[in-house]
Nanobody, 124 residues
Framework: HVQLVESGGGLVQARGSLKISCTAS????????MGWFRQIPVNEREGVAA????????VYADSVKGRFTISKDNAKDTLYLQMNSLKPEDTAMYYC??????????????????WGQGTQVTVS
């Protein structure tokens, strides 16, 4: 399993921006499909965005398309999520996740083998 540590969450005003990060401890970070998920209490974990190992293909939830950008820096073993035009409904705990080869998407959180502890994003 890959160890993942999220950072960069916080309180931001509506229409503001925030960039969260996820640093991985993995011998071959560049080989992983990476995803961002979010969850609020009593709700299921929701897929936000995913990026394949080569950073060629990205997918986004309809609710964040055009506002969020997922990227990864393989040299730094770090995944990012740039969030613009934030809305109060974006408030959630944000988790990064990693998986090996194969399908890379956000519709099935269970296919991701490794998860971070989360970073809280609150939009007021």
């Amino acid at each position: 399993h890959v160890q993942l540590v999220e950072s960069g969450g916080g309180l931001v005003q509506a229409r503001g921006s925030l960039k969260i990060s996820c640093t991985a401890s993995a011998p071959a970070f560049s080989h992983y499909c990476m995803g961002w998920f979010r969850q609020i209490p009593v709700n299921e974990r929701e897929g936000v965005a995913a990026i394949d190992s080569d950073s060629i293909t990205t997918v986004y939830a309809d609710s964040v398309k055009g506002r969020f950008t997922i990227s990864k820096d393989n040299a730094k073993d770090t995944l990012y999520l740039q969030m613009n035009s934030l809305k109060p409904e974006d408030t959630a705990m944000y988790y990064c996740a990693a998986k090996g080869g194969g399908y890379c998407g956000t519709d099935s959180p269970e296919i991701f083998a490794s998860w971070g502890q989360g970073t809280q994003v609150t939009v007021s």
